[in-house]
Each structure stands twice: as C-alpha cells, then as structure tokens.
C-alpha cells in the first residue's frame, strides 16, 4: 500500500511502496478549481492545458498527447494528436506552436478525423502548443502543452529504465530531469502492469494519483472505479483521498472533507499512523484560509500523529523529521 502526503503549493507527495519511494510534486488545490472563463461565468474545463487556458464548458475539444492522453514531456517527436469528436463541426484545425508561438505546422482535416500523426517530426528539446479548432462552431477550440525530450535524455532515458520495476520505473518518469513528467510513459506502465495483476490495487491507486496530477478526467472514474472493486478499507480509504483532490478541483469542498473524515476514520481504525498525520495535515490545508483556528487544532493533530509514526527503510527518520517541521512551522511561524 502506497501512501501520500498532501501539501498545500508545491511541496513534495511522497509515495510509498515498500521500499520504494517516489517523490512528486504535487498540489492540494490547483489553480484551475478557482479559475473561472469570462464567457457566461462557467468554469473552465482544463483537461490537458498547462498554462490553464479558458474555453467554452460545452464546446471544449479534448486533445490528448501523444498516444496516451496526457500532457508534459514525451520520447517520440513523431506524436500522434488525438481528440474528441464535436457536434456540428465541419472539420478541425490542427495547429502546432514553437515556444516562441510561431505556427511550424497547420493542417485542416475532414469531420471524420480525429487524431493526426505529426510524421515530418518535431524538433526535440522544445516546447510545443498544440491548438485544436472545431471549423464552423464559436469557440470550440482546445490546447495542450508539451515538450520533447532530446535525443541524449531518450538514450539516458532508455538505459535507466533497465531492469527496473514497475514502480520504479513509475518513479524515473515522474521525476526524470526534465522540463516535464513523462505522464505518458508512467500512465502506459501502470495500464500494462494493471493488465497483467488486476487485482493489484497499488497499481491502480498510483494510476488514479498520475491520471490526477497530469490533470486529466480519468482521475475520478479511476478512483470511483476502485471503490466498486473492494472491500478492503484500506485500499478504499485511499481512494476516499484521491477522489477528495478530485473534489477539491471540481470546487466541491463540502463532498472533499466528508471524503477525508471518512478515510481517516478508517486509517484511525487500522493503526495507520501516517496516513492519518497525511489525512490531518490535509484538512488542516483545506481550512487555512478560511478557518485557521480549526487549521492549528488540525495542524497540532497531525504534529502527534507524525510524532508517533516508526521510521522504517521505506520512511525513514530523516523524511519524518522532514514533516514534523513542516507542521511545526505551520503551528509557530517563527520557530
């Protein structure tokens, strides 16, 4: 069972498996739950933007990078673009940017084409925007970033992978040195290792944390999907946690701490001390703005709760020290 640790802004989440650590970076709240269009009041609908742009909730067309639907860094600078289908389009615009926003590639294709392969290639070790446009309706248009990886990272990149585990290699993609995640890379091992062990829910709950921190919709459907699947309470705590993140980007606050109260009763009823200091620290974030005082009486229970964690080989003493000062400096800012 893997374990994860909320923090507010750009602090690390830690997963656990085993002896396996994986450090990624992580949010409690994006930017894109507060975001809203300026056309109707309706939020947008981000699914594969970064920078988060805006554009019409009943018009958006989803595009997904590469093969996989996910956006950040990729190996091939031969993509193939995809997207979702739209109603009363004539066609579709496909449109690549460099970083400086030249246009290096523009082509219309016919209503029956959804996906494209980008076969004359793309320079690598550069950012790229891909815009896709619905011809003949308003506003119906969607974009995505992504970068592509040089041809040194691929040869490192490939080397490294040898001989390592799932997890492991979950962990390269994650945090390999470069502009982005490699999302797609992590999504396609964790659905072929789910293939072959269905039944290995460590498996399926980092596929839920990845789908969620590359920003796609297929997060909740994971998340929800592994709650029909148990009955094991702590398989299904965790769940409870992702799909409280889900909630907070879908401005469901109410629906995220009942989520969390939930989890933590059952990681409280199984002696799970740190996903209980995890689960603290969490609604101690959710409530720092708008309740502090409830926030330090979360911040001081999750202090205990971290004080009385063992340190083992996969947590040692160093990472939990690491935590105690966090909440530490949350409780007394100026300690």
């Known amino acids: 069972m893997f374990k994860i640790n909320y923090r507010k802004q750009t602090f690390i989440s830690t997963l656990i498996f085993g002896c396996i650590t994986i450090s990624v970076s992580i949010f409690v709240s994006r930017a894109s739950a507060s975001v809203v269009c300026p056309k109707g009041g309706k939020p947008c609908i981000v699914r594969f933007c970064a920078p988060r742009s805006c554009y019409d909730n009943a018009r958006s067309v989803a595009v997904s990078l590469p093969v996989s639907p996910a956006t950040g860094a990729i190996r091939t600078n031969q993509p193939t673009i995809r997207w979702n289908p739209i109603t009363d389009a004539r066609g579709y615009t496909v449109e690549i940017r460099d970083a400086s926003g030249t246009v290096v590639f523009s082509?219309?294709?016919?209503?029956?084409?959804?996906?494209?392969?980008?076969?004359?290639?793309?320079?690598?070790?550069?950012?790229?925007?891909?815009?896709?446009?619905?011809?003949?309706?308003?506003?119906?248009?969607?974009?995505?970033?992504?970068?592509?990886?040089?041809?040194?990272?691929?040869?490192?990149l490939a080397a490294a992978e040898e001989g390592l585990s799932v997890f492991e290699k979950v962990e390269l993609y994650l945090n390999f040195p470069v502009i982005r995640p490699l999302y797609t890379d992590a999504i396609e091992a964790l659905q072929r290792?789910?293939?072959d062990n269905p039944d290995n829910f460590d498996y399926t709950l980092l596929l839920g944390h990845v789908y969620w921190e590359a920003e796609l919709p297929q997060a909740k459907a994971q998340y929800e999907g592994i709650l029909n699947a148990t009955t094991e309470p702590a398989v299904i705590a965790q769940a409870e946690v992702g799909l409280a993140r889900v909630a907070l980007d879908e401005q469901n606050r109410e629906q995220a701490i009942a989520l969390l109260e939930s989890a933590l009763a059952k990681f409280e009823t199984l002696g799970d001390t740190f996903s209980v200091a995890q689960t603290y620290q969490f609604l101690a974030e959710m409530n720092l703005e708008t309740e502090p005082a409830v926030a330090q009486e979360l911040y001081s229970q999750a202090l205990e709760a971290y004080q009385a964690v063992e340190p083992?080989?996969?947590?040692?003493?160093?990472?939990?020290?690491?935590y105690i000062r966090v909440i530490q400096k949350e409780i007394s800012p100026d300690r």
């Open 193 to 195: 290792a789910i293939a």
């Open 312 to 322: 083992t080989s996969a947590l040692p003493e160093e990472v939990l020290q690491r």
């Open 107 to 156: 082509r219309d294709v016919s209503l029956d084409q959804t996906e494209l392969l980008l076969s004359n290639g793309l320079g690598r070790g550069q950012q790229y925007t891909v815009i896709v446009s619905a011809l003949g309706v308003i506003d119906a248009d969607s974009q995505g970033e992504f970068f592509v990886i040089s041809a040194e990272d691929e040869q490192e």
